[in-house]
């Protein structure tokens, strides 16, 4: 990490930076949030089963429970994702600096609105 935060200031004091799209730089801001806030994704997926199991069913625990363990798994993967982000910042790899994990970070769809829970009522 020190040695990625050592080149950012030489690329960027030397303008190398400019032979790179300001989606590099993008990129590299993506991933250092994304591994910075990952664990936001366990309340954020435990919150959506919580209110999505109260409107199904009594057993809205058991929703809470499979909304810590699905946010488990998200913080992984958006950890994930940061630091493929971190690493390949330079390059366009997915085409055109693509995040792996949709949304782009953590806090772009809390669940707010009944529309975004992740199960809809019938």
């Keep these: 990490m020190k040695n990625l935060i050592i080149l950012t200031i030489i690329f960027s004091l030397t303008g ?3 032979v790179f799209a300001e989606s590099a730089g993008n990129k590299l801001t993506r991933g250092v949030v994304n591994v910075v806030t990952a664990s936001v994704e366990i309340p954020k997926q435990t919150r959506a089963y919580w209110i ?3 409107h199904i069913t009594d057993h809205f625990l058991v929703w809470a429970a499979s909304g810590a363990v699905w946010g488990m798994v998200q ?3 958006r ?3 940061g630091l493929w982000d971190i690493v390949s ?3 366009a790899k997915p085409q055109d600096y693509a995040p ?3 949304p782009d970070y ?3 769809d809390w669940p707010s609105d ?3 829970f992740i199960f809809k009522r019938k």
């Design 89 to 91: 910042f330079p390059f």
């Design 52 to 54: 999505e199991g109260a």
């Design 100 to 102: 792996l994990l949709k």
């Design 79 to 81: 950890t994930a994702s």
């Design 114 to 116: 009944p529309d975004v």
């Design 106 to 108: 953590v806090f772009e």
């Design 16 to 18: 190398v930076s400019k």
């Design 75 to 77: 913080t992984v993967k």
